[in-house]
């Protein structure tokens, strides 16, 4: 079955360290997103790339980076300059007038 | 792309029918409406959409109003099981650019 697989599921990262979420798809979607969820809010978008090798900052850039070197795939690094990481992340993919698909998630925690 | 808003929560009996509410007044003609719902700790899951016509499908309908400024998305027998966050969103057709999913309706269905 075709989907979205983030990796991994929960993620504990220490002071000063920089993590890298995994993205993969298999949909042959050409757009991919980041967002982040903190507890009992909505989503806000950190960046989102609509084709290979190229990517737009969304409201939350700052202290994330990216990169798009295939199709299938949008890895997310936290870095250190995230002063407050800790939070659910959720990568989605979409292609023409369907909607998004949604991984199910990685829980990044501060430790 | 246009603004949502909606009840930050809602109630409904087992059984019933889940009516649940959507503002999208400044909405354009090209503009699709989306609804999602996030189970807990899960990822969005894509429920139906529309332009301007009612829709159906297994899960839901979908009625918007003919000035195309609000919206309704009905589970006609609410279970236990779609107590969730519901998100409206509203999108242009092919667009890959961010979209926003505000803080959604969370409905509680209870027994």
């Known amino acids: 079955d075709g989907g979205i697989t983030q990796s991994p599921k929960y993620l504990f990262r220490k002071e000063g360290q920089n993590v890298t979420l995994s993205c993969e798809q298999n949909?042959?979607?050409?757009?991919m997103y980041w967002y982040r969820q903190d507890p009992g809010q909505g989503l806000r978008l950190i960046y989102y790339?609509?084709?290979?090798?190229?990517?737009q900052k969304g409201d939350i850039a700052e202290g994330y980076s990216v990169s798009r070197e295939k199709k299938e795939s949008f890895p997310l690094t936290v870095t250190s300059a995230q002063k407050n990481p800790t939070a659910f992340y959720l990568c989605a993919s979409i292609k023409g007038n369907y909607g998004y698909t949604f991984g199910s998630g990685t829980r990044l925690t501060v430790v | 792309d246009a603004k949502t808003t909606q009840p930050p929560s809602m109630d409904c009996a087992e059984g019933r029918a889940a009516n649940l509410p959507c503002n999208h007044s400044?909405?354009?003609?090209?503009?699709?409406v989306y609804w999602y719902r996030q189970i807990h700790s899960q990822g969005p899951q894509y429920i139906i959409h529309g332009l301007k016509n009612n829709e159906t499908n297994e899960m839901a309908s979908l009625i918007i109003t003919e000035d195309r400024k609000s919206s309704t998305l009905i589970l006609p027998h609410a279970t236990l099981r779609d107590t969730a966050v519901y998100y409206c969103?509203?999108?242009?057709?092919?667009?890959?650019?961010?979209?926003?999913f505000g803080s959604g309706t969370k409905l509680n269905v209870k027994p």
């Open positions: 969103i509203v999108r242009v057709s092919g667009n890959f650019n961010k979209f926003y």
């Open positions: 400044t909405i354009s003609g090209n503009e699709y």
């Open positions: 790339s609509q084709i290979v090798n190229d990517f």
């Open positions: 949909l042959n979607h050409d757009a």
